[in-house]
């Protein structure tokens, strides 16, 4: 089982910074790819970035490439998201997601969500 705890949201102005953290279970890297997703009301939940359990980055989306980075710390079991020039479409419920295929089938953990606003 994989437990994941984000925090580091919050109230920020357009234009600010924050940095969202997800604490996981130990080992988890060496297995999962690791994802921070984002969900506003009404909408699909949107991946934002991936870290695979290579360390590679993949899957910036469009909308927050070149803001936002995605990184980890192996040692303290922890991956980041640092958010940039934040902009108040960015508003949203952020969420960390630990995933892994095992013969075919893909498993996902989540955790319980932190929220950011961009707003003045």
């Known amino acids: 089982q994989v437990q994941l705890v984000e925090s580091g949201g919050g109230l920020v102005q357009p234009g600010g910074s924050l940095r969202l953290s997800c604490a996981t279970s130990?080992?988890?890297?060496?297995?999962?790819?690791m994802s921070w997703y984002r969900q506003t009301p009404g909408k699909e939940r949107e991946l934002v970035a991936t870290?695979?359990?290579?360390?590679?980055?993949?899957n910036y989306s469009a909308s927050v490439k070149g803001r936002f980075t995605i990184s980890r710390d192996k040692d303290k079991n922890m991956v980041y998201l640092q958010m940039n020039s934040l902009k108040p479409e960015d508003t949203a419920v952020y969420y960390c997601?630990?995933?892994?295929?095992?013969?075919?089938?893909?498993?996902?953990?989540w955790g319980q969500g932190t929220q950011v606003t961009v707003s003045s």
């Open positions: 130990r080992g988890t890297f060496s297995s999962y790819a």
């Open positions: 997601n630990a995933a892994r295929v095992v013969s075919g089938t893909r498993w996902d953990y």
């Open positions: 870290i695979t359990s290579a360390g590679s980055i993949l």
